[in-house]
């Protein structure tokens, strides 16, 4: 098994800048995607961003281009998204999540078996 544990989400103004961790910890040799995907109310699950954990594929949603930076630390096991420009539509729970060598897609959440508990992300206007 994989678990997975975000921190780092709170409370910001638009145009501010937040970090979200994701520590991995378990059986992480079995991971070969991990991404983030973030959940506004009554909307669904949606992704973020994704990349492979041995290799340089790295995407991002359209609507976070140029504003998120996602990044992995092999040493810590930790998976974090930096994000600047904040805007009040950036407002969700936003979850790490991983797979293994499925082939499932990486930018579905049904594609993911393995996920965190979630960490909210305010973006007041």
């Known amino acids: 098994q994989v678990q997975l544990v975000e921190s780092g989400g709170g409370l910001v103004q638009e145009g501010g800048s937040l970090r979200l961790s994701c520590a991995i910890s378990?059986?992480?040799?079995?991971?070969?995607?991990v991404a983030w995907f973030r959940q506004a109310p009554g909307e669904e699950r949606v992704f973020v961003a994704t990349m492979r954990w041995f290799g340089d594929t790295l995407l991002y949603a359209d609507s976070v281009k140029g504003r998120f930076t996602m990044s992995r630390d092999y040493a810590k096991n930790t998976v974090d998204l930096q994000m600047n420009s904040l805007r009040s539509e950036d407002t969700a729970v936003y979850y790490c999540a991983a797979q293994g060598n499925t082939g499932a897609s990486t930018t579905t959440a049904d594609g993911f078996a393995y996920w965190g508990q979630g960490t909210q992300v305010t973006v007041s206007s």
């Open positions: 378990g059986r992480t040799f079995r991971i070969a995607n």
